[in-house]
């Protein structure tokens, strides 16, 4: 069906906005009543609702009024323990590292909202931040696509783990699988990548008849009930993109990403998803 004579792009794309973006004003406020400005919580939650009167300008800046000083952008990024990189880097030195990243593509249960990912990482063992050159990463980032994103990797992420540790190469993988195949499986495509052959000398695997649900149910915190955290899901992550960090260097070098995760730089960019 094509598109209506009468079809404005301009007035379809406010539509499409403000309804989106009104949903989420609502849910943000959801304690605060409608066309009311009498607290400063109602009267922000007036602020940030777009109206079909408005121009482009006063959506633009009850967008940002939303997202910046309402909170709402900060509410969906996901909390991260963690270090500023010059005071870790100043604190400790290392070998070059690759970080692998996985991401479900779609969550496949209906009460968990962010999809489950999952991460591994290695050393270069036989290399130096000093002396590693462009040549060389993308020498990296091409095995790295070979191997994982030509086609797509998918990892069957389940509650059980193997290990994979050879130290020496720059290798102590702890893999959460569905079985010790899965695991070799995936151990064998990061020892393509780094060039070395498997051992079952530096393989192990770990059963456990404990119950991991997929969902866990809810539980009462600061006295609102929250869904309780997924602990080992079992689920299909796929490969999405591929970090190098070096010592000395702020920024880690993009060497392998498909379309969707929209970094920039990259060494190796693939179409697939």
Known sequence: MGLPNNFNEAQHLKDQVKRWHNKRVNDWFRNQPDNDISTPKASLKHACKITDADTLEMIILRKML?????????????????????EL???????????????????????????????????LMDEESSSFSRAKAE??????????????????KGKFYYYYRDIQNGLDLRILC?????????????????????????????????????NPGSQIVYGQSQPKPIRRPTVDVRFRYAQLLLHGQRRSINLVATAEVGLRSVIQKVNAV
């Open 66 to 86: 939303f997202e910046f000083d309402a909170g709402y952008c900060q509410s969906v990024q996901t909390p991260i323990y963690g270090m500023p990189l010059d």
């Open 139 to 156: 020498a990296l980032a091409t095995r790295i696509k070979n191997t994982f994103a030509t086609p797509i990797f998918v990892w069957n």
């Open 178 to 214: 569905a079985s010790k195949m899965e695991g070799r499986r995936v151990a064998n495509a990061v020892l393509n990548v780094v060039q070395k052959p498997f051992s079952d000398d530096h393989e192990d695997y770990v059963e456990n008849t404990r119950s991991y649900p997929n």
């Open 89 to 123: 880097q100043g604190q400790r030195s290392f070998k070059p590292q690759v970080n692998l990243h996985f991401k479900e593509r779609h969550p496949f249960i209906a009460e968990r909202t962010r999809a489950c990912t999952g991460e591994i990482s290695f050393r």
